[in-house]
């Protein structure tokens, strides 16, 4: 693991040299990556079956697939079981590979059938307009996962812009993931509106792939590699296209019930959880900036600054918090330099980060050792 950052070991008086992290001691290692993977991201274990189904189509079967990604079956046997949302991300990839498909997860998205997706997609396909389906689907996602959410928003006045975030910032490799998801997004919103209609533009941030005339196909509207975030754009007229077949009793019906999972699977994707997730990401060697992170979030860093104003925080006091709080966790651990600490929570210098220790606590870090 190769981190960007400048660090020397020894008596720690100079960061100045590029510093390996494969060097870090296993101390700093093990709490490095625990601060990275502190919390599983978990989706429906039936998630899977859509995946292993469209590549058994192709001539690859489920147990191929299964043992590529280390997942047990016996837990799609179980309707309530959860497994890691890594793990299905992985899947997604493996069988791309596996069945010579480099458009697999367009192809599962664009097939995909709503109901397969529990009670989220029940609701949104029994919600009265298209616009209200979208809302359910912010609102109702993290029943199905806490792995991924949703923001819509109108820009420009006349546009909405769909965003899709991974709250796991570990997960590197996720270019089926997130193709599937807007090729679902894209065929599901012509279909249960009985429109023809297409995004205006649509942005993903992976690498442009070899061939893209299948997104071409199903997408209809100029498409953008290497964006800052995964997002479509559509003239916001749509919202108002009502859901053809939508059942208003069986909708109420539904949100009551969505509304009593929330209470065991609450919602963790606002915007303030969001910035300390990709915070988290990008101390550790790469760039926690408010332009950076607004970026990221496929916003101006004016904007960001705003929404932050209006949640009663700003960007430094929640990067300031969380590098306090890893601060005083790191100083805990006896088999951790201070200036492996200060490398970990991004300074440049140690000297900064005795001088940020200091406001925050009142003592330095050396001090606070001695207690």
């Given at each position: 693991m190769s981190l960007i950052k400048t660090f020397q070991r020894g008596?720690?008086?100079?960061?100045?040299?590029?510093?390996?992290?494969?060097?870090?001691?296993?101390?700093?290692?093990?709490?490095l990556t625990e601060s990275l993977v502190s919390k599983v991201r978990t989706i429906q274990a039936k998630a899977a079956e859509k995946i292993t189904r469209a590549a058994a189509g192709r001539g690859v079967p489920a147990g191929a697939l299964y043992r590529a990604?280390?997942?047990?079956?016996?837990?799609?046997?179980?309707?309530?079981?959860?497994?890691?949302?890594?793990?299905?991300?992985?899947?997604?990839?493996?069988?791309?590979?596996?069945?010579?498909?480099?458009?697999?997860?367009?192809?599962?998205?664009?097939?995909?059938?709503?109901?397969?997706?529990?009670?989220?997609?029940?609701?949104?396909?029994?919600?009265?307009?298209?616009?209200?389906a979208l809302d359910r689907v912010v609102r109702y996602n993290s029943i199905w996962t806490n792995g991924s959410c949703f923001t819509v928003e109108t820009v420009n006045g006349s546009q909405t812009r769909v965003v899709y975030l991974y709250l796991d910032d570990a997960i590197r490799e996720r270019r089926q993931d997130a193709e599937m998801?807007?090729?679902?997004?894209?065929?599901?919103?012509?279909?249960?509106t009985n429109v023809d209609w297409s995004p205006s533009e649509i942005r993903f941030q992976h690498q442009r792939p070899r061939e893209t005339t299948e997104h071409e196909r199903i997408f209809q509207c100029p498409i953008f590699f290497e964006a800052p975030t995964n997002e479509v754009v559509f003239d916001s007229v749509y919202s108002s296209l009502p859901i053809m077949k939508a059942d208003p009793s069986l909708c109420a019906l539904l949100d009551r019930h969505a509304r009593?999972?929330?209470?065991?699977?609450?919602?963790?994707?606002?915007?303030?959880?969001?910035?300390?997730?990709?915070?988290?990401?990008?101390?550790n060697g790469g760039d926690a900036s408010l332009e950076v992170v607004a970026e990221r979030l496929g916003m101006s860093a004016r904007t960001l600054q705003r929404k932050l104003q209006?949640?009663?925080?700003?960007?430094?006091?929640?990067?300031?918090?969380?590098?306090?709080?890893?601060?005083?966790?790191?100083?805990?651990?006896?088999?951790?330099?201070?200036?492996?600490?200060?490398?970990?929570?991004g300074f440049s210098e140690s000297s900064?980060?005795?001088r940020a220790f200091k406001?925050?606590?009142?003592?330095?870090?050396?001090?606070?050792?001695?207690?």
């Open positions: 008596n720690c008086t100079s960061l100045t040299l590029t510093y390996d992290a494969n060097k870090l001691t296993p101390c700093a290692r093990r709490l990604v280390g997942m047990d079956p016996e837990l799609l046997n179980d309707p309530d079981a959860r497994i890691p949302f890594a793990q299905i991300v992985a899947l997604y990839e493996q069988a791309a590979m596996l069945t010579g498909d480099d458009a697999f997860g367009l192809h599962v998205g664009e097939h995909a059938d709503p109901t397969a997706f529990d009670v989220l997609g029940y609701s949104v396909i029994n919600s009265p307009t298209f616009g209200d998801t807007f090729a679902a997004l894209a065929v599901l919103g012509r279909r249960v009593e999972l929330l209470a065991r699977y609450p919602r963790e994707d606002s915007l303030v959880e969001r910035i300390r997730t990709l915070m988290k990401g990008e101390l209006a949640s009663g925080t700003s960007h430094q006091e929640l990067l300031d918090e969380m590098r306090r709080d890893l601060a005083v966790r790191y100083l805990r651990e006896p088999g951790m330099a201070v200036c492996e600490v200060a490398y970990l929570l900064a980060f005795h406001r925050w606590t009142g003592t330095t870090p050396s001090e606070f050792r001695r207690r």
